[in-house]
């Protein structure tokens, strides 16, 4: 029996072979009939590479004939009116007794419908950019007459995902932050947790400094240390001043070096009304923020670290095996549906504060509340604000991270198809009041050949309402597929028939 199968193998091996050369010829065709695009397809400056070869071949036009060459500007704009990007295509217009270079004429038409497809990509690009930017976005539907009565200094409502601004009231205004200033401390934290610098069990002491610290505080003794996980918990749930400076210094050795990495962090999410002096928030002069800056913060932290909410939903806990109850400052966390947060904040001259997140049906909102006479006004405020989004908003998911959209034939693989799936979620925030058409254009890659990489892209889908390009997903391989050569073949006949022998 071992010796039939190991004879089979050979004969199919030596017709393989013969096979094998034949696939080679069809690889050298393939190549030349696609090199002439591979320019197109992988220089990074193709945009200007295409516009310097259509004037190049315009040029030689010019030298046969005395056509008129006209020129037409396509001006292309991302979703937020951000970025304009004009690209020039010259459009030939030619008679038919010019004795004219067809091939010319020919590779014109095919540069200029390249530089279309690139202008939508550069559009798609442009929007995605906005997506994984830091900066909020304010767009036609964002309200500024304060119809909402706010009595505050200052607020602000944003999407957290999008980052889109739903409410405006005097959200630029320069305010004091209180104890909100340690959203940053805390985004600080949870960024040396997830890079690896510290972990939740790591013992943090307290300094003389950090026990000396007036305000809200759980009594920290030089003689005692607490674990990371203990000193979130004190920071988040009753905003302990003195476990935000022992941390702060464990961290970066000085409260004032970690004062300067919360200014480069502020300074590098954009939050440009921003600067702190302290990372606890007792009153300070210089020490100030902005609704804005405070919504950029609380979004980063909320989307980027989103573990924190296993410690700003947290009511009511205790620390030092139960001898010190702990009680949220954040009332909204005990009564109000869906709150996942965030941080307030209180002295004499601040007055009351509150950066405030809630979900519900997978919108996501961010309401942030500063300056308000009392404490009972601010958590009104902020639930005013959060009202107004879930009644007004709703969350429109088009794509799912990992649901598969289409299949993409594959060539010379050891498959012959593959799942073309989503690579991101992508999703858009909708006035309920709106009866929006969504457009899904499907373009899947005719031309897919073996091998194929987790993540290789297999196509797109555009999202479009009524011709506007809203965003853009790319669909991606969610398995491997090795090409169909002599090797993998070989590999296959002799894995298959150890298998058998084993069996």
């Given at each position: ?14 017709l ?17 009939e696609?090199?002439?695009?591979a ?26 004939t005395?056509?008129?060459i ?6 292309t ?10 690209n ?23 540069i200029n419908e ?12 442009l ?7 830091t900066?909020?976005v ?37 305010l ?16 040396a ?6 972990k939740?069990t ?22 005692e ?26 961290l ?26 302290n ?18 913060m609380?979004?980063?932290?909320l989307?980027k ?10 009511y009511?806990?205790?620390l030092?095996?139960g001898?010190?109850g ?13 709150c ?17 997140s809630?979900t519900?049906n ?20 902020a ?13 429109k ?5 990992g ?32 009866s ?21 892209k ?6 479009k309402?009524?011709g506007e390009l809203?965003g ?32």
């Amino acid at each position: 029996m071992r010796k039939k199968l190991f004879v089979i193998s050979i004969i199919v091996i030596l017709l393989f072979s013969c096979l094998s050369m034949s696939f080679a010829s069809d690889d050298i065709q393939a190549w030349a009939e696609v090199s002439s695009d591979a320019i197109i397809e992988e220089d990074p400056n193709v945009s200007q590479n295409m516009i310097d070869a259509s004037a190049s071949i315009n040029s030689k036009l010019n030298e046969t004939t005395n056509n008129e060459i006209k020129s037409n500007t396509i001006n292309t704009s991302n979703r937020t009116n951000t970025t304009d990007t004009t690209n020039t295509i010259n459009t030939v217009e030619t008679s038919e007794d010019l004795n004219v270079s067809q091939n010319m004429v020919d590779a014109a038409k095919v540069i200029n419908e390249k530089l279309k497809e690139n202008n939508v990509k550069e559009t798609s690009a442009l929007y995605q950019n906005r997506l994984e930017n830091t900066e909020l976005v304010e767009t036609s539907a964002t309200v500024k007459e304060n119809p909402l009565k706010l009595t505050c200094g200052g607020a602000i409502l944003i999407e957290q995902n999008s980052g889109e601004v739903l409410y405006d009231y005097n959200m630029h205004e320069k305010l004091r932050p209180a104890s909100v200033t340690k959203v940053m401390t805390i985004l600080l934290i949870m960024e040396a947790l997830d890079s690896g610098r510290i972990k939740l069990t790591d013992k943090i002491p307290c300094s003389q400094n950090a026990s000396n610290m007036g305000g809200s505080q759980i009594w920290l003794d030089t003689t005692e240390e607490l674990t990371v996980d203990e000193m979130l918990k004190a920071i988040c749930v009753v905003s302990a001043n003195d476990c935000t400076v022992a941390m702060a210094e464990y961290l970066e050795g000085s409260e004032e070096a970690f004062v300067t990495k919360m200014n480069e962090k502020a300074k590098a999410l954009g939050m440009n009304d921003t600067n702190f002096v302290n990372c606890h928030g007792i009153d300070a002069d210089g020490h100030e923020t902005s609704p804005y800056d405070i919504a950029l913060m609380s979004r980063e932290l909320l989307t980027k670290h989103p573990s924190i909410t296993n410690y700003t939903t947290i009511y009511m806990d205790s620390l030092r095996d139960g001898k010190s109850g702990l009680v949220n400052t954040n009332k909204l966390v005990r009564n109000y549906d869906g709150c996942t947060g965030l941080k307030t904040g209180s002295t004499s001259i601040a007055l009351f504060n509150l950066s405030a997140s809630a979900t519900r049906n997978d919108l996501s909102l961010i309401a942030v509340i500063m300056r308000a006479e009392t404490s009972q006004v601010r958590f009104e405020e902020a639930r005013k604000l959060l009202d107004y989004g879930f009644a007004n908003y709703q969350y429109k998911s088009l794509a799912v991270k990992g649901e598969v959209a289409g299949n993409v034939n594959v060539n010379k693989g050891l498959k012959n198809s593959t799942e073309a799936v989503f690579s991101d979620n992508f999703g858009l925030i909708l006035k309920k009041s709106d009866s929006q058409d969504i457009e899904q254009n499907l373009q899947l890659n005719e031309n897919i050949s073996a091998p194929i990489n987790i993540g290789t892209k297999l196509g797109e889908v555009q999202f479009k309402s009524n011709g506007e390009l809203l965003g853009v997903v790319n669909l991606v391989a969610n398995e491997e597929i090795e090409k169909y050569g002599f090797g993998t073949m070989c590999k296959k006949i002799f894995t298959s028939w150890y298998t058998l022998l084993r069996n």
